[in-house]
């Protein structure tokens, strides 16, 4: 027996194990350090586009869908409303003017109105101002639901109209029942991921700065009787622009230049 050529044989053979081995182990650790960078690479992006935000918000892991419907206003649930003459129109919202108009300042805070809205309108303690529009002289507030804002939503709306004056003199509310919450729980995208998605699309610009984010619903399906509402992630932009990422899908939900822009 030739143990040359065997020993030969057995050291070739380890040699080339240990080969395949160091091969694989390098595999295994470039991708290891890949997830890393792959995991750093979006804040690396937006600091070199010198796009910036503060702390963001913690949230749930999981959310759901909801399912809201109109409400239909009863003439006794309106009886504790005072100094307003009240309308129900159609039923499905109230129509005041008010007895007393509410002057309002030049530099107009919302907390001139707030305490109004909590002692004096049905539910207000569940509206939450949105913009005050000089043009069109309207002041908008936005029904909430566990602290979450139903975006847009025209059955979830405060208005009050005020005049050349400045002084609040009518308004008009619509209101949202909540009839359930749908399916499962889902995981709920993180806030630098609804970042990273509006990155991607070229809507975050650079120098940009993130100066709010929130959690709040926006309408995914409208129909007859009832709507579905989904978690939906508000970033606002510069503190003027209002961008909006589906919470759980992480697409961006689209709305019209007048519709995003806040109005001081």
């Known amino acids: 027996m030739d143990w040359s050529r065997i020993k030969t044989i057995f050291i070739l053979t380890f040699l080339v194990l240990d080969i395949y081995l160091v091969y ?33 918000p913690e949230a749930k892991e999981k959310e759901q869908y909801l399912s809201v419907t109109t409400k239909v206003f009863a003439t006794e649930e309106l009886e504790k409303i005072k100094g307003q003459s009240v309308s129900l129109g159609d039923g499905t919202s109230i129509e005041a003017k008010l007895e007393k108009p509410i002057k309002l300042s030049s530099k107009f805070e919302p907390a001139e109105i707030s305490a109004f809205v909590k002692m004096n309108i049905f539910a207000g303690e569940q509206y939450e101002f949105w913009k005050k529009d000089d043009e069109n002289r309207t002041i908008t507030y936005y029904q909430e639901f566990d602290n979450k804002t139903f975006y847009y939503n025209s059955n979830a709306k405060l208005t009050f109209y005020f005049n050349e004056n400045n002084e609040v003199t009518s308004y008009k509310q619509t209101y949202l029942e909540i009839i359930d919450e749908l399916s499962d729980a889902e995981e709920l995208l993180p ?11 070229g809507l975050l610009k650079p120098k940009s700065k993130i100066t709010e984010v929130e959690l709040g619903y926006s ?18 932009v510069n503190g003027k622009e209002n961008l909006f ?12 230049d007048g519709e995003n822009k806040i109005t001081e």
Request: net charge negative; hydrophobic share 40%.
């Open 191 to 201: 806030p630098l991921r609804a970042m990273e998605t509006l990155y991607k699309k």
């Open 245 to 256: 990422v589906h919470a759980f899908e992480g697409r961006v939900i689209p709305l019209t």
């Open 24 to 56: 694989q182990f390098m595999n295994t650790r470039d991708a290891a350090q890949y997830e890393i960078l792959k995991e750093a690479t979006l804040e690396e992006m937006l600091k070199n586009d010198d796009i910036s935000y503060g702390e963001l």
């Open 219 to 236: 309408t995914l399906v409208s129909l007859t009787a009832s709507h579905v509402v989904t978690p939906t992630w508000r970033l606002v």
